[in-house]
């Protein structure tokens, strides 16, 4: 089972507006990661938040993290077309001795409309 | 820094043949990590490579494997291909320690037919 799942699966905005995409994940963490996909393409990676951090900023990004409630939202402002993608929310496993293996969920397909 | 460079980008092969894809992670990054990603499945860890050692793996048929050099350049076999393999194939590497993620190569999309 995905340790991540995005929601929502798919978002639809206008050029300009702001997106928030979730993340919830279901043991504990010591990060959590975000990655953009371009159709096709190979991952970037967009940022990493520790367990102990609750809230990163990077551009116009923004990842907040609640560990309570096992859940992530990445933020993005002022959307632009070429943030058109699939985002992607991974974790690492909590042991982090040994394997680094991410899980990833489904991903979130982000549209912005010129 | 040169990125992380998969070979080829693209492969077509024919049920029952085996395919050997290709990983050079950058310069200095001696963790590589392949990924499986499909429509279906979404991305589904594969491997994980450090220092020559496999450290992990994951839940597919002994037709994959994959090994890692001493120069850290890794590769990944699949033999007697199935129509369900095809896929994209991503590799990953990165920095030893816990606040690095990982850079991933453009991929290697297969095709069997």
């Known amino acids: 089972s995905q340790q991540g799942e995005e929601d929502p699966q798919a978002l639809s905005i206008q050029e300009g507006e702001n997106a928030t995409m979730n993340c919830s994940y279901k043991?504990?963490?010591?990060?959590l990661q975000w990655y953009r996909q371009n159709s096709g393409r190979g991952l970037v990676h967009l940022i990493l938040?520790?367990?102990?951090?609750r809230e990163k900023h990077s551009g116009r990004l923004r990842v907040t993290l609640d560990t309570s409630k096992k859940s992530s939202s990445l933020l993005i402002t002022a959307s632009r077309a070429a943030d058109t993608a699939s985002y992607f929310c991974a974790t690492p496993p909590y042991s982090g001795a040994g394997s680094y293996q991410l899980t990833f969920g489904k991903g979130t397909k982000l549209s912005v409309i010129p | 820094k040169a990125g992380v460079t998969q070979t080829p980008r693209y492969l077509i092969k024919t049920r029952g043949q085996q395919v050997t894809l290709s990983c050079s992670p950058i310069s200095g990054h001696r963790s590589v990590s392949w990924y499986q990603q499909t429509p279906g499945q979404g991305l589904q860890f594969l491997f994980e490579y450090f220092s020559e050692t496999q450290r992990n793996k994951g839940n597919f048929p002994g037709r994959f494997s994959g090994r890692q050099f001493s120069n850290s350049r890794s590769e990944m076999n699949v033999s007697t291909l199935e129509l369900g393999d095809s896929a994209l194939y991503l590799c990953?590497?990165?920095?030893?320690?816990?606040?690095?993620?990982?850079?991933f190569g453009s991929g290697t999309r297969l095709t069997v037919v």
């Open positions: 990953a590497s990165r920095e030893r320690g816990e606040g690095y993620g990982y850079t």
């Open positions: 938040i520790r367990s102990n951090e």
């Open positions: 043991t504990s963490i010591n990060n």
